[in-house]
């Protein structure tokens, strides 16, 4: 309250608040689909919605949001290399626990590498995605997305429409981080460069056919604490786990 009257919080200067508060929802949704991934394959607690097409459209609307609304927020940032090479670096300290700790539920090139990765290809060749006209771009990159979605399964196109791929492209984990792997590879957490890579561009390219002046009323806040997660989300994605785990334990011990 200031003078009588109730005012509505501003994010911090230069901030879209509403940017932030949308990645920070996307956030207490993902640490909610964990938390049930957590419970049906930790703790045995089966979930049928969960393991049919209501736990998949979720954990889709997770990922498509967390990554167009990475790639849109590109442009808002400056250093586009260092924030990709410390999501990176995340992602592989990701990849070393899971290896080191329970190598049975591994983490090979999941979301953390591929933002990473996204956001350092991008930075690299953002001299040219800028000569490319946004609506152009957008067009493009999601038709491209749509195209390459069922990569993994060893097809191109969308609908009825099919191209068979070679079997000798899917070769190793090398070939997998682009998107084509192999029928041994295994992660809990698969995110390739191909096809998420368009979506990302997808999102930046939204950026500039939304405009800056059109994005102006992005500033207000709505809910501060959705605000705060999704500005430190990296932190807060790499301890979610862990807790989400201990508190799940200590539940189990209690009350099982």
């Known amino acids: 309250m200031k003078n009588g009257h109730t005012t509505r919080q501003k994010a911090p200067a230069g901030r879209y608040a509403l940017l932030d508060e949308l990645r920070g929802l996307d956030l207490v949704s993902m640490m909610l689909y ?4 957590d ?30 609304l990475s790639g849109f927020c590109v442009p808002l940032g400056h250093h586009t290399l260092k924030r990709g ?12 626990v899971t290896l080191l700790f329970m190598p049975e539920d591994r983490v090979v090139f999941g979301v953390l590498t591929f933002l990473g990765s996204a956001m350092l290809l991008t930075g690299l060749l953002e001299p040219l995605l800028k000569k490319i006209p946004p609506a152009a771009g957008l067009a493009v990159s999601a038709v491209l997305f749509a195209l390459t979605y069922h990569l993994d399964e060893r097809w ?26 192999p029928f041994d590879f295994y992660s809990t957490d698969y995110f390739a460069l191909l096809p998420w890579l368009f979506l990302f561009w997808a999102g930046y390219f939204l950026h500039g056919v939304v405009g800056r002046a ?10 501060p604490a959705l605000g705060w997660m999704g500005r430190h989300s990296l932190v807060l994605y790499l ?17 099982r």
């Open 34 to 37: 964990h938390a049930c991934w």
């Open 214 to 223: 059109r994005m102006e009323p992005l500033r207000r806040s709505v809910c």
């Open 239 to 255: 301890l979610h786990q862990p807790v989400i785990y201990a508190v799940l334990t200590v539940w189990a011990m209690i009350f």
């Open 39 to 68: 419970m049906m394959f930790l703790f045995g607690i089966w979930m049928d919605w969960y393991a049919g097409m209501p736990g998949r459209l979720w954990q889709q609307s997770i990922c498509w949001v967390f990554i167009l």
């Open 85 to 96: 090479a410390q999501v990176f670096a995340a992602g592989a300290l990701v990849t070393a």
């Open 156 to 181: 191109l196109g969308f609908g009825g429409l099919r191209l068979a791929l070679p079997d000798a492209w899917y070769a190793n984990y090398f070939t997998a981080f682009f998107g084509f792997l």
